[in-house]
T-cell receptor
């Protein structure tokens, strides 16, 4: 099993450009989510999905879109990149949002710099 | 407000020594508490998961404790190794119904450095 795979690992964008961060999992997990990690701060939830066709906003959703057309994939789209979106992005998946001891698996992260 | 606070912010210890990291939380209602290890440039990896009924849980040289009454947890690392150098993140899962169910609240992490 590959687990949670994120691409690309590094990306530099110019302000105003758009791009999609890819996330795929091969564990048939129901719940997937995107976080950003900034220096000196805990991971913050951007968007999440409890299953194919269902997405919802997290703590910091502005400037990002998501879709969940399949169980495996959960791409994150930056509509018009801004320097404030410079961060490390993590995708995570877990079997179920509701199971008490369900473990979350994280991808390796995408380091995004917006200049 | 649901928060997770960790201390110390950073810690340096010598190889072979023990150390204890602290986590206090205000997340309510509580579902479970997790400790993750995050190596530089990598994603977090789970060490332990504890529900309110579990007081202690071990994973090799890592032992986590939980006091659900005082809303405190600790992670004890025994006989530290150079490979233990990483950020250790305390994460609390909310247990309410509705939109907060399963929501994870992350601490800022304790940066541990083990010196030879």
């Amino acid at each position: 099993n590959a687990g949670v795979t994120q691409t690309p690992k590094f990306q530099v964008l110019k302000t105003g450009q758009s791009m999609t961060l890819q996330c795929a999992q091969d564990m048939n997990h129901e719940y997937m989510s995107w976080y950003r990690q900034d220096p000196g701060m805990g991971l913050r939830l951007i968007h999440y999905s409890v299953g194919a066709g269902i997405t919802d906003q997290g703590e910091v959703p502005n400037g990002y879109n998501v879709s969940r057309s399949t169980t495996e994939d959960f791409p994150l789209r930056l509509l018009s990149a801004a320097p404030s979106q410079t961060s490390v992005y993590f995708c995570a998946s877990s079997y179920s949002r509701q199971a008490r001891n369900t473990e979350a698996f994280f991808g390796q992260g995408t380091r995004l710099t917006v200049v | 407000k649901n928060q997770v606070e960790q201390s110390p912010q950073s810690l340096i210890i010598l190889e072979g020594k023990n150390c204890t990291l602290q986590c206090n939380y205000t997340v309510s209602p509580f579902s479970n508490l997790r400790w993750y290890k995050q190596d530089t440039g990598r994603g977090p990896v789970s060490l332990t998961i504890m529900t309110f009924s579990e007081n202690t849980k071990s994973n090799g040289r890592y032992t986590a404790t939980l006091d659900a009454d005082t809303k405190q947890s600790s992670l004890h690392i025994t006989a530290s190794q150079l490979s233990d150098s990483a950020s250790y993140i305390c994460v609390v899962s909310a247990g309410d119904r509705g939109s907060t169910l399963g929501r994870l609240y992350f601490g800022r992490g304790t940066q541990l450095t083990v010196w030879p």
